[in-house]
């Protein structure tokens, strides 16, 4: 369902429901020289494709909630102003908000430190906060339009949060060798199988070869076994499933180097054959993941 507000002081008693995005435009900093539009459209998962066409089903995978339109117009004479579009993607989930941002993450940008972490192409403004994925544009090209939308940015991703973080996830992984943005959260389908969900990974260079390092959070010892479970079965393995390490022998992956304990698995996967202290890392992980 679509939905086009005019922000006014009645309208706001009018649509408690839509409180997500009311409280979002009260966060919006005044700008010298630029108006708010009174108007917002909010789409869900019904209409996305309305807004974003053949890109919606990317939000989908992760846990997409709502899109809020906002408006910054230029207070000019002319009839044809500039202007600063702003859409903010709600999550369900931090972790789903860096996920979509991180799939959408170029290697190589101007990385800013905006909300949890953001990056500007020109006109074009990418940052995610919490569980909020936020994006803002502009046709102008000038140094002072570019200039406003850092600004916005700014203020509007403080607001938010002034002391936003990566999902814990992530904080886990070794810095050493690890290639700096990297990171990606994968919620389903992780290395092609459909029972391998809701992983956070890594990539890591050594020697000139690329490895990745992996941890899946599977919500609880129950579930994680019955993952490796249905992993085992795929690789026909017979290993009797207890805690502790576990070599997967995937033959489209090649041989997994994994450690389970409760919650988590986590792992190498090493196609390439870089020099990696296996033992080692794998310890590393386990002293952040398992208190």
Known sequence: ????????????????????????????????????????????????????????????????????????????ADDNPSYIA???????????????????????????????EGYQEGSMLNFFVDDLYVKLESPSVDESTVKVIQKIAMELGRSINSQPAFPVQLQMFPAENKIPRSELYIPTGFLGHEFLNKAFTANYQAAGKKYQLFIMDTGNVDQAKAMLTKYMQFTKQNTRLREGRLTIRDRFNGDLECQWAGRYIWGIVNDSNAPVKVDETLNQLKIMLIP
């Not at 939905?3 to 309208?11: G, K, M, P, Q, V």
């Not at 990317?58 to 207070?75: D, H, S």
């Not at 999550?91 to 170029?106: L, Q």
């Open 1 to 76: 369902m679509r939905i086009i507000i005019f922000l006014t002081a009645f309208a706001i008693s009018q649509f408690s429901v839509a409180q997500t995005p009311i409280e979002i435009k009260a966060k919006l900093p005044k700008v010298t020289g630029w108006s708010i539009s009174e108007t917002v459209e909010i789409f869900d998962s019904g209409n996305l494709y309305e807004r974003i066409n053949g890109a919606a089903p990317g939000f989908f995978l992760f846990n997409f909630k709502e899109l809020t339109c906002f408006e910054y117009i230029q207070n000019a």
């Open 86 to 116: 702003i859409q903010v993607y709600r999550h369900a989930t931090r972790e789903d908000a860096f996920g979509i941002y991180a799939s959408e993450r170029p290697s190589e940008s101007y990385f800013m430190t905006i909300g949890t």
